[in-house]
């Protein structure tokens, strides 16, 4: 990371510094905050977790080679530099938004209620034809993962891509504080953590926080055929620019063609120029992503000849509409997280197999005191989508099935993970196209790791 000393850093977290004065100048490697990562130089940040203090482990970083300690703790008498602070947490983004301020780097702020992970996988593939690009690792898109990421950036990257992720109000301003965005990309306006927002006026409202802190000069880009964005009009004197399938919008498609799981084809036009692409991920939705990618990159700078090559050069991650194919089975692990439209899309990508389609769909979390009836509606869907099996795991999870069954489809529930995983091998069929789809703390993913090895 770019220089940072001991005397900067205590600045900038309103800390008080206990060590060696000569110590002072020194800068630091890098921060962390998980003890197995620590390297030589780096600065230990103590996080109090729900089950692990990291106060405990300053003592075994400090002899790994850590130069110095945040610590909520006095240390008492002691030999480690530690900067002594109110609250780490705090401290950690403090940090984060001192160190942004100092970077020149173009930064992409993505938030939104679906597909913000796919839509910064694709803005960063686009980007990296011209930059070079840092992007948010995993899901490090909150208020500890995101000063992680800027902590990241060094002097070699031209661009940071970075997802930004909430579940409360509040949660965004603060996040922006520290990202202080370029360039605001905003996906759609869903239904996820109803819970807490109430409302898709409610997750409007949080989302758009993202604009609090912008810097002055500031590109917004959003959803133009979401009814809730396109009602942003101006913000801060910025007149945003809008991706979607209407022609209205500055970035457009049309000529959009399915090759079933093999991915979507399409023409892109922005402004006065147009070209034709092929997103080699599957799903009506990635259309989307790949014109939100076109228009990021026209805004800085890209011909459309990069623009074509970044979203043709796209691959799956983990967990995100990753197709994985076995001797027995098709399988699209989409199982990182789901909400009702999330879900939806997904199916929809399973309802473009040419074999036999299965749905293996877990409970969504989150959603607030219509969580049955979300759950319900989802099954509804699948069986419109003439999903041929439909398998349903978890509490919640009952509703849909009986959505499912409602209308006519073939569909079973189990209560855990394990039950149908002792059932699977009598479930499916060699060739069947399987969708694994659920909110993340489920973790579905044994489920694909199990599929991956069935021989059927």
């Known amino acids: 990371m770019k220089n940072m000393s001991l005397k900067e850093i205590a600045l900038a977290v309103d800390g008080q510094y206990f060590g060696d004065d000569a110590s002072l100048a020194q800068c630091v490697t890098g921060v962390t905050i998980d003890s197995r990562k620590v390297e030589v130089g780096c600065l230990f940040v103590a996080i109090k977790g729900e089950r692990v203090d990291g106060h405990t482990f300053i003592p075994a970083v400090m002899e790994k080679g850590a130069l110095c300690a945040l610590s909520e703790q006095s240390l008492g008498n002691t030999d480690c530099p530690y900067i002594l602070v109110k609250s780490c947490k705090q401290a950690l983004k403090d940090l984060a938004e001192h160190y942004r301020k100092a970077l020149d780097i173009k930064v992409v702020g993505i938030t939104g209620s679906v597909g913000k992970t796919s839509t910064k996988e694709m803005i960063a593939s686009v980007l990296s034809q011209k930059y070079n690009v840092l992007k948010t690792a995993g899901n490090f898109n909150n208020e500890i993962g995101l000063p992680l990421t800027i ?12 997802e930004m992720g909430i579940s409360n109000f509040g949660e965004m301003h603060r996040l922006t504080k520290m990202a202080r965005p370029d360039v605001c990309v905003i996906t759609n306006i869903g239904l996820c953590h109803l819970e807490n927002l109430g409302d898709r ?12 802190y912008m810097q002055p000069d500031a590109k917004i880009i959003l959803n133009g055929d979401d009814d809730k964005l396109i009602t942003v009009k101006e913000v801060k004197g910025i007149t945003p620019k809008y991706f979607g399938l209407s022609t209205k919008c500055d970035a457009n498609a049309d000529n959009i063609q399915s090759l079933s799981l093999k991915g979507t084809s ?3 036009s922005l402004g006065d120029k147009s070209f034709g692409a092929t997103i080699k991920i599957p799903g009506h939705h990635m ?40 001797d027995s ?25 040419d074999s036999r389609k299965v749905a293996i769909l877990g409970d969504m979390f989150e959603l607030g005191e219509n969580e049955k009836e979300l759950h319900f509606g989802v099954g509804e869907y699948a069986a419109q989508k003439s999903i041929d099996f439909i398998i349903c795991i978890g509490a919640l999870s009952l509703n849909t099935a009986r959505g499912a069954e409602s209308n006519g489809a073939n569909s079973l529930h189990f209560k855990t993970k394990a039950d149908f995983l002792l059932e699977a091998k009598t479930i499916l069929q060699k060739g069947d196209a399987v969708l694994v789809k659920a909110s993340n703390g489920m973790a579905f993913s044994e489920i694909v790791e199990n599929l991956k090895q069935l021989k059927l």
């Open 329 to 353: 089975l098709m399988i699209i692990d989409d199982c990182y997280n789901a909400n009702p439209v999330s879900t939806k899309a997904s199916l929809d990508v399973l309802a473009l197999a």
């Open 151 to 162: 902590f990241n950036i060094r002097d070699c990257h031209e661009v940071a891509v970075l």
């Open 287 to 326: 259309v989307y992503n790949a014109l939100a990618g076109a228009l990021v990159g026209q805004e800085l700078g890209l011909t459309p000849d990069e623009i074509k090559a970044g979203i043709e050069a796209l691959v799956p991650v983990s967990g995100r509409n990753n197709l994985i194919e076995t």
């Open 201 to 212: 006026d409610g997750i409007l409202k949080a989302k758009t926080e993202m604009f609090d």
């Open 266 to 268: 399409c023409e892109i």
